[in-house]
């Protein structure tokens, strides 16, 4: 099975920035539409942002604006670049197919606070 490894998370303050970045072996990203889920603590996993194969994106109400989704060839990756983090982004971040495989990544965590 295809192993999802997401990286670039870590503490940051308010207003502060991060950029995730998502790895999958051979030719996932090309083929399936991705998306980068988050799971704070006590809630559900929700779906924040989504890049088609042919590279349409969308977005969460809560993080449009301020999240970008996009694919970077070079790396065989799909990155999530975050502004303006709120408290409320804090959680753990992870990257899957959309619709999501019935298994996923270790995920990383994205902390905002001062």
């Known amino acids: 099975q295809v192993q999802l490894v997401e990286s670039g998370g870590g503490l940051v303050q308010p207003g502060g920035s991060l950029r995730l970045s998502c790895a999958a072996s051979g030719s996932f990203f090309s083929i399936f539409d991705i998306g980068w889920y988050r799971q704070a603590p006590g809630k559900q996993r929700e779906l924040v942002a989504t890049?088609?194969?042919?590279?349409?994106?969308n977005y969460a109400d809560s993080v449009k604006g301020r999240l970008t989704i996009s694919r970077d060839v070079v790396k065989n990756a799909v990155d999530l670049q975050m502004n303006s983090l709120t408290p409320e982004d804090t959680a753990v971040y992870y990257c899957?197919?959309?619709?999501?495989?019935?298994?996923w990544g270790k995920g990383t965590l994205v902390t905002v606070s001062s």
């Open positions: 899957n197919r959309d619709p999501p495989l019935n298994y």
């Open positions: 890049i088609s194969v042919r590279g349409r994106t």
